[in-house]
């Protein structure tokens, strides 16, 4: 496919507005958007000018659309305006659940629809960039996304195989087919006029190096929206992460702001200024704080680890409240090391971040297993140790980084309740009582698909843990064992018979520990790694 561009002048990037940049889109181009959750690294003017074109001209037409992460606010944001019936036939996505409206086309056959692991994906965009036919990964193996299961494929109308199962050396991998994009939406703060493009006002960086590289090798478009441009070679060298010659079209907005609905900057989480959180107040003592705060006791001294979204995310803040926050390093697969975890739609838009990578980086470092534990939310957990999140009640929510993370860090922790919908439970006196109980059973018998599997990580020699508000498991080789339960519970009424199967009960069977039900600090210190 061949492209009309503009041309520069003098070297000078070419300046647009959103509506007239969009114009250079053809039918079925291979559009690749930057960008995460909650306005993170988000393209809005552009997404919205595509959105608005295709609304009055239907034209361009049949779009192949790849989101490395999931960008929007779980509503009407991110590349949910771009789901219009013929403006997109095919999504490759790292993270769907962000977008609704896209994954809404997903589910009703309306589009072809990948999910590649959002590591996995951010890699075949590098090998992309290389001109390599794919990747060759072990990450995925006995998950939804090996081709002996779903092939990461999400709906009956996607029948094209993208994964394939290979052997070298008599061990297994899948190679994952890289697809070329061949338009870029990114986005940074600052640009020169020549198009060198920094990001001081951003969150993070994600890996929009790495989409801008391979469009441009493929003889694409990159499109970048900016905030203000500046005169040439005045930026510092080392703050530039985008080399003008990859920039062909420059779209200023004065009025992008780091995040949806707040101000243009926050300083705090730009990492411009250092937040003094000595002062934190306590969180709350609800079933969110108990499962974080026994999380934390899977935790060791030098400890690296990674820590996801949903009701794993509070393990952090829990440390801080025990004052041993220090002693280990949480990383968020977006980019960020260290700092104070953010909660919600802006995952990731962390304060007191001691470094900020690349996402490419860093899930390299995750699929080498650089990680020592991970503590991830979990939807839906089977007799086998198994783990569903990527589809739940029907919905496509997407991997996101969740099979990357899971199948290498060296301890997995697996955190939720027992129960979903209208729980509620209350601690008082040292113990967990049940106010109302939830109407779904997240502990089945078989999961139809599988983004986490206990087999394999039992081959591997991980150690695997699931734990709730009221119970706690581990993974063996004979399956799932129940090894403590919350004081104040009966373990037939409030964990056996609120699972679609019978666990193994452990002989030494015993109850959480005591201070994780009193309202005050535990007085928790963190063993050393030894232990």
Same mark, same amino acid.
Request: charged share 20%; proline share 4%.
């Given at each position: 496919?061949k492209?009309?561009?503009?041309? @520069?002048?003098?070297g000078?990037v070419?300046?647009?507005?959103?509506?007239?940049?969009?114009?250079?889109?053809?039918?079925?181009?291979?559009?690749?958007?930057?960008?995460?959750?909650?306005?993170?690294? $988000?393209?809005? /003017?552009?997404?919205?000018? &595509?959105?608005?074109?295709?609304?009055?001209?239907?034209?361009?037409?049949?779009?192949?659309?790849?989101?490395?992460?999931?960008?929007?606010?779980?509503?009407?944001?991110?590349?949910?305006?771009?789901?219009? $019936?013929?403006?997109?036939?095919?999504?490759?996505?790292?993270?769907?659940?962000?977008?609704?409206?896209?994954?809404? !086309?997903?589910?009703?056959?309306k589009?072809?629809?990948?999910?590649?692991?959002?590591?996995?994906l951010?890699?075949? !965009?590098?090998?992309?960039?290389?001109?390599?036919?794919?990747?060759?990964?072990?990450?995925?193996i006995?998950?939804?996304?090996?081709p002996?299961?779903?092939?990461?494929?999400?709906?009956?109308?996607?029948?094209?195989?993208?994964?394939?199962?290979?052997?070298?050396?008599?061990?297994?991998?899948?190679?994952?087919?890289?697809?070329?994009?061949?338009?870029?939406?990114?986005?940074?703060?600052?640009?020169?006029?020549?198009?060198?493009?920094?990001f001081?006002?951003?969150?993070?960086?994600?890996?929009?190096?790495?989409?801008?590289?391979?469009?441009h090798?493929?003889?694409?478009?990159?499109?970048?929206?900016?905030?203000?441009?500046?005169?040439?070679?005045?930026?510092?060298?080392?703050?530039? @992460?985008?080399?003008g010659? &990859?920039?062909?079209?420059?779209?200023?907005?004065?009025?992008? /702001?780091?995040?949806y609905?707040?101000?243009?900057?926050n300083?705090?989480?730009?990492?411009?200024?250092?937040?003094?959180?000595?002062?934190?107040?306590a969180?709350?003592?609800?079933?969110?704080?108990?499962?974080? @705060?026994?999380?934390?006791?899977?935790?060791?001294?030098?400890?690296?680890?990674?820590?996801?979204?949903?009701?794993?995310?509070?393990?952090?803040?829990?440390? @801080?409240?025990?004052?041993?926050?220090?002693?280990?390093i949480?990383?968020?697969? /977006?980019?960020?090391?260290?700092?104070?975890?953010?909660?919600?739609?802006?995952?990731?838009?962390?304060?007191? /971040?001691?470094?900020?990578?690349?996402?490419?980086s860093?899930?390299?470092?995750?699929?080498?297993?650089?990680?020592?534990?991970?503590?991830?939310?979990?939807?839906?957990?089977?007799?086998?140790?198994?783990?569903?999140?990527?589809?739940?009640?029907?919905?496509?929510?997407?991997?996101?980084?969740?099979?990357?993370?899971?199948?290498?860090?060296?301890?997995?922790?697996?955190c939720?309740?027992?129960?979903?919908?209208?729980?509620?439970? $209350?601690?008082?006196?040292?113990?967990?009582?049940?106010?109302?109980?939830?109407?779904?059973?997240?502990?089945?018998?078989?999961?139809?698909?599988?983004?986490?599997?206990?087999?394999?990580?039992?081959?591997?020699?991980?150690?695997?843990?699931?734990?709730? $508000?009221?119970?706690?498991?581990?993974?063996?080789?004979?399956?799932?064992?129940?090894?403590?339960?919350?004081?104040g519970?009966?373990?037939?009424?409030?964990?056996?018979?609120?699972?679609?199967?019978?666990?193994?009960?452990?002989?030494? !069977?015993?109850?959480?520990?005591?201070? &994780?039900?009193?309202?005050?600090?535990?007085?928790?210190?963190?063993?050393?790694?030894?232990?």
């Amino acid at each position: 496919m061949k492209f009309s561009r503009p041309n @520069r002048i003098d070297g000078r990037v070419p300046v647009l507005s959103a509506a007239d940049a969009v114009n250079y889109i053809p039918d079925e181009a291979t559009l690749c958007v930057l960008g995460a959750g909650g306005g993170i690294l $988000e393209a809005t /003017t552009l997404i919205n000018a &595509l959105a608005e074109k295709y609304k009055n001209s239907q034209s361009p037409r049949n779009l192949a659309l790849i989101s490395p992460t999931g960008l929007g606010d779980r509503a009407d944001r991110g590349i949910s305006p771009l789901a219009q $019936e013929g403006l997109v036939k095919w999504a490759l996505c790292g993270h769907w659940g962000q977008s609704p409206r896209i994954s809404d !086309l997903a589910e009703q056959n309306k589009i072809a629809a990948y999910n590649y692991p959002q590591g996995v994906l951010t890699q075949t !965009l590098r090998a992309s960039a290389a001109h390599q036919p794919g990747i060759l990964s072990d990450i995925g193996i006995g998950t939804f996304v090996d081709p002996r299961q779903q092939g990461g494929k999400l709906n009956e109308v996607t029948t094209e195989d993208l994964i394939k199962l290979v052997e070298i050396d008599n061990k297994e991998y899948l190679y994952y087919k890289a697809i070329a994009p061949n338009i870029a939406f990114i986005r940074a703060t600052t640009c020169d006029s020549e198009g060198y493009a920094t990001f001081e006002d951003e969150v993070m960086y994600l890996d929009a190096l790495v989409i801008a590289q391979a469009v441009h090798n493929n003889g694409g478009i990159v499109m970048m929206q900016v905030q203000k441009m500046v005169k040439k070679a005045t930026l510092h060298p080392k703050s530039v @992460r985008i080399p003008g010659y &990859l920039v062909d079209i420059v779209v200023i907005d004065p009025d992008q /702001t780091q995040l949806y609905g707040g101000a243009p900057v926050n300083r705090f989480i730009s990492g411009d200024f250092v937040l003094d959180d000595s002062q934190q107040t306590a969180l709350p003592l609800n079933q969110r704080k108990l499962v974080a @705060r026994r999380a934390l006791f899977e935790m060791r001294k030098g400890a690296v680890g990674n820590v996801g979204v949903g009701i794993a995310d509070g393990i952090g803040l829990v440390a @801080r409240e025990e004052g041993c926050a220090d002693d280990f390093i949480l990383t968020v697969e /977006t980019g960020p090391i260290g700092g104070i975890t953010s909660q919600g739609i802006a995952f990731g838009a962390n304060v007191n /971040t001691r470094a900020i990578l690349d996402m490419t980086s860093q899930f390299d470092f995750y699929h080498g297993g650089g990680l020592d534990v991970c503590y991830l939310s979990f939807a839906e957990v089977d007799r086998h140790g198994n783990v569903g999140v990527h589809k739940f009640n029907g919905k496509i929510m997407g991997t996101g980084g969740f099979i990357d993370i899971s199948a290498t860090s060296k301890k997995i922790i697996f955190c939720g309740t027992l129960t979903a919908g209208s729980l509620k439970t $209350e601690v008082a006196d040292g113990k967990l009582n049940i106010v109302q109980e939830g109407r779904v059973k997240k502990f089945v018998n078989e999961l139809p698909e599988v983004t986490f599997s206990g087999k394999i990580a039992l081959e591997r020699g991980l150690d695997v843990r699931y734990i709730t $508000e009221r119970a706690v498991f581990t993974l063996k080789a004979d399956g799932l064992h129940l090894i403590e339960i919350a004081p104040g519970v009966s373990l037939q009424e409030d964990i056996l018979d609120k699972m679609d199967f019978t666990p193994i009960i452990s002989p030494d !069977l015993k109850l959480m520990d005591e201070r &994780l039900f009193i309202d005050a600090s535990m007085g928790f210190v963190l063993p050393d790694a030894a232990n």
